[in-house]
C-alpha cells in the first residue's frame, strides 16, 4: 500500500483532512493593493504576519502566470496563502508586460527570443528590478538569499530563462510546464534543445554569474495529461539542470521517490550535501497548475483536484536552501571587558532549521511519524516528542534534518 492510500482510509477523513491540510481558510496574513513594484509589472503582494521560517527573515516566492491568464488569476486560484502563513512569506504575482507578439496576442510572458534575451531588456529586466525593489522594501523584512520563482507555461519558460540569467536572484526555481532555456517556445509538442545544448544555452545565459548556479534549487512539475506542453519536457529539463550544476564537480544522482496526495510522483536527485533537483509528476492532471485539493477559483489552466504545489515546492526549498546559513546570536560579555585577541576556534553550531505546518504534511515530508489509521497520533521523528493529531498545525525544528522536536529552533 502506497503512502498516499495509507493516508486517505478511510476516504472521508482522507477528504477533510485534505481540505484543512490544503487551505487555511483563516489567512494570518492579507493582500497589499495592486501596485507597479520595481518601475513596470503591475504586482500582488501577498504579507503574512506570521514568523519567518529561517533567521528571522521572510522568503519571497514570485509566482508568475501562463498564456491566456493574468496575475489576478494566480491571486484567486492559486492557492498561495495558506502556505505562505505557514512559513511566514511573502509572495509576490507580477502581470506580464504584454510585450513581445506573444505577449502582445496572448498576455505571454516574453521569453520568446531564447538565447536573444539579456538581464537588461523587458521582462527579464523587470523581474530583476521588481525583485530588487520588494527586497528593499524594509516593511517586509525579506532574505535576498530566500528569494525563489515558480511559473506556469510561459511563466515556466520565462522562470527557466531566469534561472540562468538571474542565478544570482532566484535560490530557487520551480518550472510547471514550460520549455528548456534558450526555446523560443514553438517546441511544445517536443523539446528540440538537447541536454548538451540545454546546459550550454544556460552557462551562456549566466555569464559571470554562472557560479551563482552551483547553489541553486531547481523542480520541475508537470501533469501526466498536458497536451500543451508535452511533459517530456520535465525530463529534458531536469537532466539539462543536473548537467549544469555538475558543472562545479558535483556528482547528481537520483537518490529517492515518494509519493505527495494527488497523486504526484516524486523524483528528488542529491549531491554530497542533499537534495538539489526535484520532478514531480501529476497523475492524470492536464496543462495546469496544481493549487491542490480544498482551493477554487481563479479560471482557466489551475487545477483544484490534484497535488498542492505550493505546499510542496515551499518545503523543499526551505528545507535545502544552499544559500541560507542559521547563524546564533552572539552572547554579550555582562562585564563589558574587551574580547580577548586570542581565542580557541569554536566548534560550530550546527544549523537549525523549523517549519510550522499540519501533522499530517509533517508525516509526509519525513518530520514526523504515526500510529493509527482512523484516529492517528502524530509523533515528532527522532525525539518522539507528540504532535498531536492530523488536524493539529504544529511547529518542529531539527539541527540535522533527520531527529525533529517540537516547538521552534532554540
Same mark, same amino acid.
Not at 501529476?282 to 477559483?297: D, E, F, L, R
Given at each position: 500500500?502506497?503512502?498516499?492510500?495509507?493516508?486517505?482510509?478511510?476516504?472521508?477523513?482522507?477528504?477533510?483532512?485534505?481540505?484543512?491540510?490544503?487551505?487555511?481558510?483563516?489567512?494570518?496574513?492579507?493582500?497589499?493593493?495592486?501596485? =507597479?513594484?520595481?518601475?513596470?509589472?503591475?504586482?500582488?503582494?501577498?504579507?503574512?504576519?506570521?514568523?519567518?521560517?529561517?533567521?528571522?527573515?521572510?522568503?519571497?516566492?514570485?509566482?508568475?502566470?501562463?498564456?491566456?491568464?493574468?496575475?489576478?488569476?494566480?491571486?484567486?486560484?492559486?492557492?498561495?496563502?495558506?502556505?505562505?502563513?505557514?512559513?511566514?512569506?511573502?509572495?509576490?504575482?507580477?502581470?506580464?508586460?504584454?510585450?513581445?507578439?506573444?505577449?502582445?496576442?496572448?498576455?505571454?510572458?516574453?521569453?520568446?527570443?531564447?538565447?536573444?534575451?539579456?538581464?537588461?531588456?523587458?521582462?527579464?529586466?523587470?523581474?530583476?528590478?521588481?525583485?530588487?525593489?520588494?527586497?528593499?522594501?524594509?516593511?517586509?523584512?525579506?532574505?535576498?538569499?530566500?528569494?525563489?520563482?515558480?511559473?506556469?507555461?510561459?511563466?515556466?519558460?520565462?522562470?527557466?530563462?531566469?534561472?540562468?540569467?538571474?542565478?544570482?536572484?532566484?535560490?530557487?526555481?520551480?518550472?510547471?510546464?514550460?520549455?528548456?532555456?534558450?526555446?523560443?517556445?514553438?517546441?511544445?509538442?517536443?523539446?528540440?534543445?538537447?541536454?548538451?545544448?540545454?546546459?550550454?544555452?544556460?552557462?551562456?545565459?549566466?555569464?559571470?554569474?554562472?557560479?551563482?548556479?552551483?547553489?541553486?534549487?531547481?523542480?520541475?512539475?508537470?501533469?501526466?495529461?498536458?497536451?500543451?506542453?508535452?511533459?517530456?519536457?520535465?525530463?529534458?529539463?531536469?537532466?539539462?539542470?543536473?548537467?549544469?550544476?555538475?558543472?562545479?564537480?558535483?556528482?547528481?544522482?537520483?537518490?529517492?521517490?515518494?509519493?505527495?496526495?494527488?497523486?504526484?510522483?516524486?523524483?528528488?536527485?542529491?549531491?554530497?550535501?542533499?537534495?538539489?533537483?526535484?520532478?514531480?509528476?501529476?497523475?492524470?492532471?492536464?496543462?495546469?497548475?496544481?493549487?491542490?485539493?480544498?482551493?477554487?477559483?481563479?479560471?482557466?489552466?489551475?487545477?483544484?483536484?490534484?497535488?498542492?504545489?505550493?505546499?510542496?515546492?515551499?518545503?523543499?526549498?526551505?528545507?535545502?536552501?544552499?544559500?541560507?546559513?542559521?547563524?546564533?546570536?552572539?552572547?554579550?560579555?555582562?562585564?563589558?571587558?574587551?574580547?580577548? =585577541?586570542?581565542?580557541? =576556534?569554536?566548534?560550530?553550531?550546527?544549523?537549525?532549521?523549523?517549519?510550522?505546518?499540519?501533522?499530517?504534511?509533517?508525516?509526509?515530508?519525513?518530520?514526523?511519524?504515526?500510529?493509527?489509521?482512523?484516529?492517528?497520533?502524530?509523533?515528532?521523528?527522532?525525539?518522539?516528542?507528540?504532535?498531536?493529531?492530523?488536524?493539529?498545525?504544529?511547529?518542529?525544528?531539527?539541527?540535522?534534518?533527520?531527529?525533529?522536536?517540537?516547538?521552534?529552533?532554540?
Amino acid at each position: 500500500m502506497n503512502l498516499y492510500k495509507q493516508m486517505c482510509i478511510p476516504v472521508v477523513i482522507c477528504f477533510l483532512s485534505s481540505i484543512i491540510l490544503m487551505s487555511n481558510t483563516a489567512n494570518a496574513g492579507a493582500w497589499r493593493s495592486e501596485s =507597479t513594484v520595481g518601475g513596470k509589472l503591475k504586482t500582488h503582494v501577498y504579507v503574512p504576519t506570521t514568523t519567518p521560517a529561517l533567521n528571522n527573515k521572510r522568503a519571497l516566492m514570485v509566482s508568475i502566470h501562463g498564456c491566456g491568464q493574468t496575475h489576478t488569476n494566480f491571486k484567486d486560484g492559486a492557492n498561495w496563502p495558506a502556505t505562505a502563513d505557514a512559513y511566514g512569506m511573502v509572495v509576490a504575482l507580477p502581470l506580464a508586460s504584454k510585450e513581445g507578439l506573444y505577449g502582445l496576442l496572448a498576455g505571454c510572458w516574453n521569453f520568446h527570443g531564447g538565447m536573444n534575451n539579456s538581464r537588461d531588456a523587458s521582462d527579464v529586466k523587470y523581474l530583476i528590478n521588481m525583485v530588487d525593489a520588494l527586497v528593499a522594501d524594509a516593511s517586509l523584512n525579506i532574505d535576498a538569499n530566500q528569494v525563489y520563482i515558480t511559473g506556469l507555461s510561459s511563466g515556466a519558460g520565462q522562470a527557466n530563462l531566469m534561472a540562468c540569467l538571474a542565478p544570482d536572484v532566484f535560490a530557487g526555481v520551480g518550472i510547471n510546464a514550460g520549455p528548456a532555456p534558450g526555446s523560443g517556445g514553438t517546441d511544445l509538442s517536443f523539446p528540440s534543445i538537447s541536454v548538451s545544448k540545454g546546459k550550454s544555452n544556460c552557462n551562456t545565459l549566466a555569464g559571470s554569474f554562472k557560479s551563482s548556479l552551483y547553489s541553486q534549487l531547481y523542480n520541475n512539475v508537470h501533469g501526466t495529461s498536458d497536451s500543451s506542453v508535452s511533459p517530456s519536457h520535465a525530463t529534458r529539463n531536469t537532466e539539462i539542470f543536473e548537467a549544469v550544476y555538475e558543472d562545479n564537480g558535483s556528482d547528481i544522482t537520483a537518490c529517492g521517490s515518494s509519493n505527495l496526495p494527488g497523486g504526484g510522483d516524486v523524483t528528488t536527485y542529491c549531491d554530497g550535501i542533499g537534495a538539489r533537483i526535484s520532478k514531480v509528476l501529476v497523475n492524470g492532471m492536464p496543462h495546469a497548475w496544481p493549487a491542490g485539493p480544498g482551493s477554487s477559483g481563479g479560471g482557466n489552466y489551475i487545477d483544484h483536484t490534484h497535488i498542492n504545489y505550493p505546499n510542496y515546492i515551499s518545503d523543499f526549498f526551505f528545507t535545502n536552501n544552499r544559500r541560507v546559513s542559521v547563524q546564533p546570536s552572539p552572547t554579550p560579555d555582562p562585564s563589558g571587558s574587551p574580547t580577548p =585577541t586570542v581565542t580557541p =576556534t569554536p566548534t560550530p553550531t550546527p544549523a537549525c532549521s523549523n517549519f510550522s505546518t499540519f501533522n499530517s504534511y509533517h508525516y509526509l515530508m519525513g518530520r514526523a511519524t504515526k500510529t493509527g489509521l482512523f484516529f492517528s497520533r502524530y509523533y515528532a521523528k527522532g525525539s518522539n516528542d507528540n504532535l498531536g493529531s492530523s488536524l493539529s498545525f504544529t511547529t518542529v525544528y531539527s539541527y540535522d534534518g533527520s531527529s525533529w522536536n517540537k516547538g521552534s529552533c532554540p
